[in-house]
């Protein structure tokens, strides 16, 4: 089939790299791609926002599926744009992407079908009154997020009352625009988090990838600025049997039926960002998609047809195909530009690349470019993903390491210990 890859980052990279490899794949396209995503297909420079450029392509081009890795389209309403075109979609429908495109949606979807999940009020401007009230009956630190997409910058932790309540009148005064028009305020809760990521068809049936967790922050032992993640560790060992066994009949089926009984069409991906409170999982928070940079290391330890099981789940139905976890350990680090994630520069030649071993680490590229003399250079602030596989995550972080000391450019960093966290359980 004739596959259309929407989105740039380190996630596409990883995706292209799985669905190039599927014996279903004719051709493969991304949009936009970057500067590594050409070696699994070819690049395209539509935006994956503009859908009727997207049309007119996949018109063109007799395109199959489209495969949507970041979230604005699907909440712009690309399932529903093109579910009436001879194109199937992995991705859910606009109602859908409201669980990541409004988080007082997810909250109140969560609350309807007994999904645990932090205590939480919603507030506009209107009721404020009852949102510094509301404030007062939590205890510190107090947990402000903006109901819509802000970049991932949208939470806010904090520790007095009085910044609290501060933020709270900021937030709803614009200060992430329309997406603080209403804030959630809600418990806060204690834990380790991970990620859980669920393929389903819409008609109740899933099935479940690789768990794994991220590192968000910039510095190492979680300090610092919030990132789009420094690294990724599959699996986690403390998501194992038991918590997942809990995950399954708390979480991931009350989702799936709850879509089901809503008569909301989800034909993709649901990422469950989960936290382990005293071994209760319960969500922080859904997304629409996969994770970045979960997927630069769940990609490798999915052991299946991804192409066939897309396309399964956007038919509408997975059957009995089976979803193969790899049993080794993958781990990804993320070399990004220094100054990351503030203002940073770009146009930084890369080199070593070749130097890398491509039987033990994979380099998914994110922030990266050709130059006009076709140089490898640096385009963001999370430049590329050294994912490597290992029998335990000492053993594949030293590979990533390894990988690591080979590319280079001016400023590259990187956290020294991913997963360091997890090798202690
Ligand atoms: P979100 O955008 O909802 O994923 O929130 C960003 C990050 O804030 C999460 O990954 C958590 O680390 C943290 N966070 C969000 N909600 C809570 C909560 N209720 N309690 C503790 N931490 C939270
Ligand atoms: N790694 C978190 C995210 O993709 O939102």
Redesign the pocket.
Do not use: C, M, Q, R
């Given at each position: 089939m004739k596959i259309l890859l929407l989105g740039s980052g380190g996630r596409e990279s990883a995706l292209a790299w799985k669905i190039k490899q599927s014996p279903l794949t004719d051709s493969l396209f991304i949009a936009p791609g970057n500067g590594g995503t050409d070696s699994y297909g070819t690049n395209v420079a539509i935006k994956p926002t503009d859908f009727e450029a997207i049309d007119k392509f996949v018109t063109d081009n007799a395109i199959d599926m489209i495969v949507v890795g970041n979230e604005d389209p699907l909440v712009a309403g690309i399932y529903d744009y093109f579910e009436s075109k001879p194109v199937l979609v992995v991705g859910p429908s606009k109602a859908g992407a409201a669980l990541e495109g409004s988080?007082d949606f997810a909250k109140d979807f969560m609350t309807r079908h007994n999904i645990p999940t932090?205590r939480y009020r919603s507030f506009t401007a209107d009721t404020i009154e009852q949102g510094y009230a509301f404030l007062e009956t939590l205890t510190p630190p107090y947990?402000l997020?903006a109901d819509g997409l802000a970049a991932?910058k949208?939470?806010l932790?904090i520790d007095s009352l009085d910044e609290a309540r501060e933020a709270l009148k900021e937030m709803l005064g614009g200060m992430f625009g329309n997406a603080s028009a209403t804030v959630v305020i809600?418990?806060?809760?204690?834990g380790i988090?991970c990620s859980v990521f669920v393929l389903t068809d819409g008609n109740g049936g899933y099935r479940v990838l690789p768990v794994a967790k991220d590192y968000?922050r910039i510095g190492e032992g979680d300090t610092g600025l919030n990132t789009g993640g420094m690294g990724a560790v599959s699996p986690v060992p403390f998501a194992d049997e038991a918590f997942m066994a809990k995950v399954t009949e708390s979480i991931i089926e009350p989702t799936v039926k709850g879509l089901l009984a809503d008569g909301i069409t989800y034909r993709g991906f649901i990422f469950l960002?989960l936290?382990n409170v005293g071994g209760e999982p319960m969500v922080?928070?859904y997304n629409v998609r996969m994770g970045d940079p979960e997927t630069e290391a769940v990609m490798l330890r999915v052991d299946s047809d991804l192409v066939e099981l897309m396309q399964a789940a956007a038919k509408g139905n997975l059957g009995t195909l089976e979803l193969r976890q790899d049993p080794r350990t993958a781990v990804t680090v993320m070399m990004v530009s220094g100054g990351y994630p503030g203002s940073y520069p770009k146009g930084k030649v890369i080199t070593g690349t070749e130097a890398v071993n491509p039987d033990t680490t994979i380099l998914f590229h994110a922030g990266t470019a050709r130059d006009a003399e076709g140089r490898l250079v640096t385009s963001g602030g999370r430049v590329i993903a050294a994912s490597s596989y290992g029998t335990d995550i000492a053993d594949a972080l030293a590979r990533s390491f390894e990988a690591v000391s080979r590319v280079d450019f001016d400023g590259k960093y990187f956290r020294r210990d991913i997963g360091k966290d997890l090798m202690k359980h």
């Open positions: 988080k932090a947990v997020k991932g949208g939470v932790i809600e418990e806060f809760l204690s988090e968000k960002g936290i922080i928070e």
